[in-house]
Nanobody
Framework: QVQLVESGGGLVQAGGSLRLSCVASGRTFSSYAMGWFRQAPGKERDFVAAISRSGVLTDYADSVKGRFTISRDNAKNTVSLQMNSLKPEDTAVYYC???????????????????WGQGTQVTVSS
């Protein structure tokens, strides 16, 4: 069983920055890709970013490319999402996700992740 605990959400003005963190426990963190997804009110959950187990490979949704950076610290079992130049349309609940198989490439598909954090609210005011 994997536990994921997220932190770092909050309220920020447009153009501001936030850093989300997710600490994992329960499996060998360094063997698994990780992802971030988000769900805005009334919308489906969408892919935001993903990172390979080593951190060498990353992938971003077009809507956040150039503004968000995903990273990981395998020594601390932590994956982070640095969010800069935030826009009101970035407002959502953000979830970190743990890949369902070890040694997989980072994926945009929810079906490739089987453990999810509780979510952290990010609100960007205009």
């Amino acid at each position: 069983q994997v536990q994921l605990v997220e932190s770092g959400g909050g309220l920020v003005q447009a153009g501001g920055s936030l850093r989300l963190s997710c600490v994992a426990s329960g499996r060998t963190f360094s063997s698994y890709a990780m992802g971030w997804f988000r769900q805005a009110p009334g919308k489906e959950r969408d892919f935001v970013a993903a990172i390979s187990r080593s951190g060498v490979l990353t992938d971003y949704a077009d809507s956040v490319k150039g503004r968000f950076t995903i990273s990981r610290d395998n020594a601390k079992n932590t994956v982070s999402l640095q969010m800069n130049s935030l826009k009101p349309e970035d407002t959502a609940v953000y979830y970190c996700a743990f890949s369902n198989k070890p040694y997989q490439r980072p994926s945009r598909s929810e079906s490739e992740y089987n453990y999810w954090g509780q979510g952290t609210q990010v609100t960007v005011s205009s």
